[in-house]
């Protein structure tokens, strides 16, 4: 098996042997035998394990067991410990489901904090039976039978050509030990279920069924690749990059033949979910948001106006948890402006602070005017300043305008869309709008032609 596994990995992958890889390592027959292969091809490695601690000392044996295993090889282990809490008891997600969003979060944080190249994990021929099962009886789509891919963005899988059986024999010859996870032999897990009771009939057919699943996964990927170049070719004509977000044009997209199976293709581009209709979402009101775990979906007229949520997610060392959007439900809501991000703009702070900074300089007369700053009569200005976002009922008497308009009306006259208009902020001078920044200053604050001292006010959003 040495000489197959160093073959595949050879025509498969194409890592840099200064470069170090980082192995998982659960204890398990599959990931020890995966260390020992790549230990006698690599030879550089970082081994990452993670103690749940949801079996008590047997968990705490499994560490144990990685530690040596690492010490014996001579390489550096990486462990973490986290609370069974944080794995248990979570609403709307199973354990297995929480235990692999905090693994893979800290193997990619092992990754990049060790600059290693990629991340091995031991999954192998019959996983891919069982992931293929499993996705099958969801009522999964086409690319959820396509299986698991032996490398996606730093990600690899060497054991997916090989079969349970052989792993097994080969550790056996070897005389290698590993641990038993006794939560395998229970029927309790879907995955376990399929494992004990239907993947050992696919051992009894006639013709292989590794080499039969990798045919037929190789069709359904070629068939996922024609509709994604489909989806492509549509999207490139339907979707374009504005400076409110993607835009989606419903009416365009309405000249292409089964259009609505179309949109929900598109909708998963997004993380549109199976329970989201996006259909019925395209025939709301302007206004109507669909929010998904990585994108927000605004309707506006004939647009569908995407953006993708600004959370930036993080590994905490200490929780092991991921930052999440606080509105990112998978719900439709609307909002307008928050009425608590006010920010006080001292001449001292110029907003440091705050979303956007603002310079304040002394003239002499106005000069060159842009959308980046405005002139004001000096004597008029009362610090602190107030920065906010717009609220329903906002009034301000708009630079050469004939009076006082609302700001609703205001946007609506200048032609905004939603998302522009909840980009948009207001600098108010005693309790007075100054300025619509970026759009339109106030003609209280004109300059008249007397003024000798007139501060030029100049904003950069950060």
Known sequence: MDQIFAAHCDREFNWDPNQALVVAISGGIDSVVLVHLMHAYHGNLILAHMN????????????????????????????ERVAPELVKNQPQVSVQMKARELRYAFFEHVMLTRKAQGVLTAHHADDNLETFLINFSRGTGLKGLTGIKAHTSGLYRPLLSFKRDEILAYAQNKGYTWREDRSNQSDDYQRNLIRHHISPGFNKLERPWDQSLKQTQGYLQQAQTLLQDYLDQIAAEVITLTEDGLCLDLKRLQSYPNHKLVLMALGREYGLKAGQDIGQFAEAQSGARLFTKTHELLKDRDVILINPIGVQEFYDQETMGRSEPQEAKDQLFDREGDATQTWLITEKSHGQNAPVQFTFEPVAAIENLGSDAIFVPTELLEFPLKLRRWQKGDIFYPFGGPGKKKISKFF??????????????????????????????????????????ITKITYLEV
């Open 52 to 79: 749940y601690g949801l079996r008590g000392i047997e968990s705490d044996e499994d560490e144990a067991f990685v530690a040596a295993l690492g010490a014996e090889l001579g390489y550096e282990v990486v462990i």
């Open 412 to 453: 609506k006259d200048e032609r905004l869309s939603l998302i522009r208009k909840n980009k948009i902020w207001l600098l108010e001078c005693g309790d007075r709008i100054m300025w619509v920044i970026g759009l339109r200053g106030d003609e209280r604050f004109r300059v008249p032609e007397s003024c000798t001292e």
